[in-house]
């Protein structure tokens, strides 16, 4: 993607990232897998690309739609030793979703829980893709990669994804940027890290028993836990299993 004299102040230099999770909430879900292209001045110039061990079975509706299991994860690194690769990665360079602020919030939450800062300028190609293609039916990643023919044979892998929404970006540049220039530009990208409460000692004891009662292994340290995750586990083991006796 070449910055052309009527483009002097396209973004070519950027990280397109995304990921994939457990679930839908940064707060309670996990991040299995990071993919990010970096491009700098137009031309790419990094790529990454890891999956990451949530320390939990995954969800199967998980699975099915991303192809990654629990035998994929099982030697994968944990959360904060990915996270910290890839915020030496990503640099202070804009970044790129397609969603953007959902990625982000995942990437945040991550990195505040080890008191490591993600404030990014971002530009959202749904966004874009909803202002100027009003008359399409659905701008998701997988209907903009049809319209504009762009290959993406693994889709809701993190890597392919996001090599997918870089030339995404390309084509709506290619074809918008000169009609409405502020529309790409970078916008600060706020997401508040809600305030996390370790797990208490009452619900720590609980949680022991149970898994001893139920004969459970648990290889992550309980100690770790926060009062919602213990929550969920405690809710989770009573549902499947029953109460202690």
């Known amino acids: ?24 909430n ?12 970096k491009v700098r001045d137009g031309k790419v110039v990094g790529h990454f690309s890891e999956l990451i061990n949530p320390k939990i079975k995954l969800p199967l509706f998980i699975s099915n739609l991303t192809g990654i299991d629990d035998e994929m994860l099982e030697n994968a690194d944990t959360e904060v030793k990915v996270i910290k690769r890839f915020l030496e ?30 404030e990014k300028n971002g530009i959202d190609t749904l966004e874009i893709s909803r202002k100027l293609h009003q008359n399409l039916d659905s701008r998701s990643l997988e209907s903009m990669c049809r319209y504009y023919k762009i290959n993406n044979n693994n889709a809701h892998r993190a890597y392919d994804d996001a090599k997918a929404t870089a030339l995404l970006y390309v084509e709506l540049c290619n074809n918008f940027f000169n009609k409405d220039p502020d529309t790409f530009r970078p916008k600060p990208l ?10 208490t000692n009452k619900q720590k ?17 309980i100690d770790t836990l926060t009062q919602s995750e213990a929550s969920r586990w405690i809710d989770r083991i009573i549902l499947e299993k029953g109460r202690i006796n």
């Not at 360079?93 to 939450?109: A, L, M, N, Q, R």
């Not at 004891?205 to 340290?221: A, T, V």
């Open 205 to 221: 004891k609980y949680l022991i028993d149970l898994l001893e009662y139920h004969k459970i292994g648990y290889e992550q340290s």
């Open 190 to 199: 706020i997401y508040k890290v809600k305030k996390v409460q370790p797990i």
């Open 89 to 118: 990665f990503a640099e202070d360079y804009v970044v790129i979703g397609h969603k953007v602020k959902f990625d982000f919030s995942f990437i945040k939450t991550a990195a505040e829980k080890e008191r490591l800062s993600f």
């Open 26 to 37: 940064p707060q309670q879900d996990k991040v299995i897998e990071i993919g990010a292209v």
């Open 1 to 24: 993607m070449m910055r052309t004299e009527k483009q002097k102040d396209l973004t070519n230099t950027f990280v397109c990232f995304d990921i994939e999770s457990t679930g839908l």
